[in-house]
């Protein structure tokens, strides 16, 4: 059995003869007895070999021969092996929260970098670092608002993805905050119905580029109308898309949040991933989560520290703007070093590549009789209608060794046919070709 | 030293991401291109590892020193947690797949569905959700948990109850899940004062939130007679479990009449804090709140598949976009496999056993508020040093990382002033903590010989004692670009 | 195409002009236009994400599913993953050879502390860092030998890995030794055979221990008698087998060498992996390769160094007692990491489980008709009689999902009903069991 | 600091290496087992992590650090490599399965024989070994290759032709392999000797050995004078092609009209130095030494299957137990892979490129003694700074390590006094580059104005000026247990 107690016998016995204890059992004294467990059934330890061989097995039980068009939010992007390198860092992975400056320089430069670059590519002011995941970090921006305006109502777009859409909606089951649903037309984005719903009761609004199914939009307009009633506006935002696609801050919205994962994280089933926050100048002191800061040290050193602490739960307790404490700081790691080493070009080719190759696929699925590919501006992932159910073909499609992409339906239980297919840089032309040749049999 | 953007090169390339075709850009209409630049750096690879590894050598880490920062239990990892998380199985599968095609991914549920039984054994309690990504997130499902199960009993309860030793995310997410909070002092014998309670109490308070052993490191001799209390007014028993590594084996919060128990994975479980998170706030319930946990849940049917469940009328619906941060379960997971249950209880033992040794060690040094026998951690006051010689909690530990010690936690629990909150964890050796109590040591004696040595420490670091103040007012986030 | 010289073309034109030449190809004039190459052929440049796929499919195109009782010498032993954190530490794996000590402390002292162990468990007095692999080692013992007593015959039993006993034969094809290798009695080592054949002529004496077929020896009478007439007696050992096996000191050895891929090395298709050596100590000036020693700095620090340098190429250049340069360090330092994680306690079990596991084997293929098993002493390779050639019985034996083993005829063309079965600690109970079904099957 | 035996702990566990049965031992006769102990340390993994991950950080290294080490290339190795060296399907693949199993090893095969071909496109030459561990074990190859050659020619040659500005292991090589050597001087041209050379050949010389470029780091104009003359004599030409990262796509030894040509992939290729090695000396030949290349190969069928071939009755025989460092050739493959044609071409210009800025903006403050352009490295010497203020190289070198760069390799060549030998490689930025210049220039006017400042460097590392003397004389070569 693997073991991590570096006690000996001896130590045990030299420790408890020194603190004048009989044996470690009276340490335990003040648990009455009656309350020691009536069971604490585990299997036995094992050791490192044997554990290893174990989940090696378990690994091997998930699929990993797919070819993966599967999207929804979180998608199979290139990952530089030098993001491992330094996330696998001891001295970055196994310290804590940066409380003591003098000992955790390396962790607050790094996130300091990492919330100038989130800052930059989305176009606003400031960034916090981090929340736990999209989801979680729109239902912040959703309370930040709220507690600017103090009203209650929420205008949510239904293209905005469903899994964060329904993960809102648990966070407000006990408080009085009203979702407000907008539908889409078909699969695009309804603007004017949206901008019906605005008034002087409106919180927020919330919208996301691309939406759901891919649609890309420009809310440049919506929002200013939404300002002129005093709405904060909530632009939910995929970060990959920002290499070409216009930012948040050129819509001005006044909070962007987005899930992070396509920032260097693995899709490891659904996390760890990273909740990102950038928001405009005026929002700064109420955003939610750990902001480094610089400032000089007592002989005028630059130095890093977590600062604006005042907002948070361990000062502020039940007043703190949110309950965060731990939060993904490793994935922010991860991400600015991926963001680093793709650079302005780098991340601008990575999003070019994305439509380059989505659109591709549009063309290649255009000449399958029966298949419809949904109009409207894309990025990295689009929709199409098939001539069968999407759930069908997705499950014909795993045998010829495809993950076909997610059918809508899922979601949206009246779109039955829809199936909404995401293609990154990591996806070859050929692979592309094998797919709409597996894509013509099924069909056929 | 320089930020990553001051070594930037105009043109220079890191990663190459492939060859983009002449016009791609053409296949995005004008109206939706993003005009501004994206403000990040050029640099090549070798600029990128130099500045980070070199940032990495600015840390102090449990890898390279002793960490004893009381309540966030900073134990050894063992290497082979990563390992097994970066397995291509793992690591490479998408979450969705588990709503398109399970039987492709048995391994990930498989794994999910044995470690939620081992934690639900672990806890005494009924029923699992891995999805909380933390201890708060943990705690704010379990408040949401206490709404919807008043809710179903046609109660609308206002209050929660948590004590004043509590960690600050208990109130915060108490506040967070819509309730106002009754917070209780400790009594001298550091635990929440139990005929306060008793006052406190009624049938407007909708749960409890006890952090078990508490935060000053103690187990509360009268939980009987607190969870009697809260029966009666059908209040929701919480256990903040972030302290569960003290008691592994020896008690379950299930067999003492909790209700819930939120459990800090990256804690008790060995998964490497990364600077800050990610962490696992697993939340395990009794019967009587299994119908409520947050949706989807992993189940097995009776032909031994795994698969996710929806039909869960009554839940509060999902916390977490997937599963919670399954890399961190996975971590977990193979913890547990390797210690076993024999393995559980030793760590335990080693833990309290590492935190009373340093408690008796040091207490001629340093004030003991309380002085009992301790669990995980011990918390001393430097209360004795700030009048004698004016040296405080915080110089204290400016004069341990001189000596190549992280600190302890300072300054919380808030009802210790001047708190010094000790947690050794099981894996450091007895060598380890005699150095660390002769470093204490050392200081209390400093302190009264030449207490300006110990204000003015550290002196081998990058930086020392930055202005904190300066920061928040001049506020400056980001970098000059 | 992936690039890593970071010159743009800006650096290029500035440095070209501050050392006022026009242009790159001017830099290069010293080469004959004549010689310029005819033809330089090689594909184009491609990405990493693009590279990474390729070799995903080629590394794909190797069995990884095969339950392996290979042995042959190089064994599928189990590596703690903590072997891979520290010897993945860029500061160790980018560094060269510790020339400047003031700069390389970490990897002199992580040699120094190898050299304790590699000697500490062949129970002799110092250790050299390192060699190639196990069979250049033994050449460099065979000159060692050579050296010392000026003497050119050399006694090698037949019993040593025939894959050294290659490389030694090649080496000595432009010099004047003579190996002279003595049979084996069926696969056991004929001791008094090889003593016949000891005299006043003869250099050096190899034997190995286990021998290629398994049998374990104590060779501490014969290496007693070779002395007596001023021979070099040279043990090769296998290192996990030195956990519960007489060591080369306790049989009077004067060199010990190994090959060090079972403590921590991948099988890695061959390497790299770790020659190892250690020697008594009249023979420490004779050594080939790095030593690192301890002395002080100018301030009487504990300090360590490269030394004894004079014995090597770049000091010696024709008169060094051997050209090695570049070794396998990294690899000693994953060896010095791996028994420092085993300790003795490890190091020990490891070799008993091992036994056990190989008897166990054994025991199940005892009760098989038409098996046997080789009588004699082994540790966790053995050698079995089968009742077909061993070759076919293998290829069968894929099919179920076994590497069943070494076929003798490999390497010893009469054998060809033997297979030398190697079984190591990650083997289970359950793979074990698993094989003898097998086989029974392959063999009714 | 301590050694990790100062840690020991008598009992104390590191990996538990798996329940043994009890009487396991007695499987083993008494006459062989073990009696003496086996000396190792007793520590806890978490020791482990810390004693050699805190090792690690008193290293320099290129990834840490500007590493201008001549002759060495200590380029920038992409991470890339090494996530695919550690592939499942070829590290965990045993070498003798392409004795028992081809069919089952075709991606390692494949990877090794297309590399091969790769690496004689390269070189202009017929064939390739990837047998040779390291650039000295593919000398020792060539040597051999030379005299199987002559043998089955009939001849047995005696003398091997080094110029003395050569690496130490060419002529311990050709020693090694059985020959005489002679050396000849190199000219004011910084070459060797071409009039001494026709002097000194003759028909007892099997071998010429020339590192192109040299060294000096000059590439030899006279070379075609050079090979005609060695011809003459039926002299087999071979090229250390230490130093090949120069001339990638320039041109090639083939070309040129060597016969044998060994390159060191883990200075071309980009593979980790690894604090010493492993490293792989690739060697290739021309058409008239195929048939003696060492056994066995790795061929491919008309079927397009691969598979090793032992059927060359000439060969030497195996110069390695199976196919050279496997894991390093994986590295070079995937960084030939990467850069292609184009990338390989750019690697040879900017390391040059680098290497004459440093010269060129160097040369006023330090000896140049061959002001040549230079291809990849410039060797200086500190001749003037040793008359003029008895600073030596050494002190160069530390002044050097103070100031936060790898000091460049020095006292090689041994045909310069006081060498400083510089090769920056191609993945240095000019801004690090000039951060070396600056540091050197100050060395250079510190010398002068205060030479004690550069004696007494460096004061900032964990030790300095060891006394190497005492080591070797004192001889104390492992730790006290
Ligand atoms: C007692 C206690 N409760 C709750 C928490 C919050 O856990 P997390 O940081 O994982 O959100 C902590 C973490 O520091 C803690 O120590
Ligand atoms: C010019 C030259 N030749 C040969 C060698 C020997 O190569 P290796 O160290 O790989 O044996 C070197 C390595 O330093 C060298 O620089």
């Known amino acids: ?444 | 030293m320089k930020h990553i953007f001051e070594l930037s090169v105009p043109g220079r390339i890191g990663v190459d991401a492939g060859g983009v075709s002449a016009g791609a850009d053409a296949l995005l209409d004008e109206r939706f291109r993003r005009q501004s630049d994206s403000r990040l750096p050029e640099v090549s690879e070798l600029d990128v590892m130099r500045h980070y590894i070199r940032l990495s050598q600015l840390n102090f880490s449990v890898d390279t020193h002793f960490y004893p920062l009381g309540s966030c239990t900073m134990k050894y990892n063992p290497k082979v947690n990563e390992a097994m998380s970066a397995l291509p199985g793992f690591a490479d599968t998408h979450p969705l797949m588990a709503y398109i095609g399970e039987e492709h991914v048995q391994g990930c549920l498989e794994l999910i569905y044995n470690l939620s039984s081992m934690l639900a054994e672990i806890t005494g309690m009924k029923d699992v959700t891995t999805q909380p990504y933390a201890g708060a997130h943990g705690e704010l499902t379990g408040i949401l948990l206490m709404a919807a199960y008043h809710k179903s009993r046609g109660n609308k309860k206002k209050f929660v109850i948590v004590p004043d030793e509590a960690h600050g995310t208990n109130p915060a997410s108490a506040a967070m899940g819509g309730y106002t909070v009754i917070s209780i002092p400790v009594d001298k014998e550091g635990g929440m004062d139990v005929d306060l309670f008793r006052e406190k109490m009624n049938d407007e308070v909708a749960g409890v939130m006890l952090t078990l052993p508490n935060t000053l490191g103690l187990f509360h001799r009268r939980i009987c007679d607190i969870v009697e209390i809260a029966r009666k007014h059908d209040a929701i028993l919480y256990n903040d479990g972030a302290n569960l590594n003290a008691i592994l084996g020896k008690v379950r919060p299930g067999d003492i009449g909790f209700d819930i128990v939120h459990m800090n994975l990256h804690k008790t479980f060995s998964t490497p804090h990364g600077g800050g998170g990610p962490g696992a706030g697993v939340v395990a319930v009794s019967e009587k709140l299994v119908d409520f946990l947050p949706s989807p849940s992993v189940v097995k049917t009776p032909q031994g598949l795994y698969k996710i469940d929806f039909n869960h009328d009554k839940s509060i619906g999902p916390m977490a976009s997937f599963f919670g941060n399954f890399g961190v379960l996975v971590r977990a997971a193979v913890y547990i496999m390797m210690l076993g249950r024999e393995g559980l209880i030793d760590v335990s033992e080693k833990a309290v056993l590492n935190a009373n040794y340093i408690r008796v060690k040091l207490k001629e040094y340093y004030d003991l508020p309380i002085d009992r026998t301790c669990m995980h951690e011990c918390v001393f006051s430097a209360r004795r040093q700030v009048q004698k010689n004016g040296v405080h909690a915080i110089d204290i530990a400016k004069a341990l990382i001189e000596r190549g010690f992280h600190p302890p936690t300072i300054y919380f629990p808030l009802v210790v002033d001047e708190a010094i909150m000790i947690e050794p964890t099981e894996t450091e050796s007895k060598e380890t903590i005699d150095g660390f109590i002769e470093a204490m040591i050392e200081i209390a004696k400093l302190s009264e010989t030449d207490p300006e040595r110990i204000k003015n420490a550290p002196n081998n670091t990058p930086v020392s004692r930055p202005d904190e103040t300066r920061a928040a007012r001049e506020l400056k986030l980001t970098c000059n670009l």
């Open chain 1, 1 to 444: 059995m693997a073991r991590f107690t570096p006690h000996t016998d001896r130590d045990v016995r030299q420790m408890l003869d020194d603190i004048g204890v009989e044996s470690v059992d009276k340490l335990f004294t003040d648990i009455p007895k009656n309350l020691r467990p009536e069971s604490f059934d585990l299997p036995a330890g094992k050791s490192e070999n044997e554990t290893v061989s174990i989940f090696n097995d378990l690994a091997r039980r998930n699929r990993t021969d797919l070819v993966s068009f599967l999207g929804g939010g979180y998608y199979d992007h290139f990952i530089p092996a030098a993001v491992d390198t330094v996330s696998s860092r001891s001295e970055f992975f196994t310290a804590y929260t940066p409380y003591q400056p003098e000992a955790s320089q390396g962790t607050l430069r790094a996130i300091f970098e990492y919330q100038t670059m989130i800052a930059g590519i989305a176009g606003l002011d400031y960034a916090n670092a981090s929340l736990y995941d999209g989801g979680t970090a729109l239902y912040e921006a959703i309370a930040m608002a709220v507690r600017t305006n103090n009203r209650k109502k929420v205008i949510v777009d239904a293209g905005v993805n469903p899994l964060f859409k329904r993960i809102i909606r648990t966070y407000v089951i006990n408080i009085d905050v009203d979702i407000i649903e907008v539908d889409l037309k078909e699969i695009y984005t309804d603007t004017d119905r949206l901008e019906a719903h605005l008034d002087e009761n409106t919180a927020a609004l919330v919208v996301q580029n691309p939406n759901f199914f891919g649609i890309v939009n420009d809310f440049g307009e919506l929002f200013e109308k939404a300002h002129t009633s005093g709405i904060v506006n909530i632009l939910v935002f995929y970060p990959i898309s920002l290499g070409i696609i216009k930012t948040p801050g050129e819509m001005k919205a006044d909070i962007a949040v987005g899930e992070g994962q396509s920032l260097g994280m693995p899709l490891s089933f659904g996390g760890p991933y990273l909740g990102l926050m950038a928001v405009e100048k005026k929002f700064v002191r109420k955003m939610p989560g750990r902001i480094v800061g610089e400032t000089v040290d007592r002989d005028g050193r630059q130095s890093f520290v977590l600062t604006l602490q005042a907002r948070e739960q361990h000062i502020r307790r039940e007043k703190a703007t949110s309950n965060i404490c731990s939060n993904q700081a490793l994935c922010a790691l991860r991400a600015v070093v991926y963001l680093s080493l793709m650079g302005k070009e780098g991340f601008r080719n990575t999003a070019l590549l994305c439509l380059e190759r989505a659109e591709y696929m549009k063309a290649q699925l255009k000449k399958i009789k029966g298949v419809r590919v949904m109009d409207g501006q894309t990025f990295n992932e689009f929709t199409a209608v098939l001539p069968l159910p999407a759930g069908d073909f997705v499950d014909r499609m795993f045998a010829g060794g495809f993950a076909a992409g997610l059918p809508a339906s899922v979601f949206y239980k009246d779109k039955d046919s829809h199936l909404i297919i995401g293609v990154t840089e990591k996806r070859s032309i050929k692979e592309i070709d094998d797919y709409a040749a597996a894509a013509r049999k099924v069909l056929s």
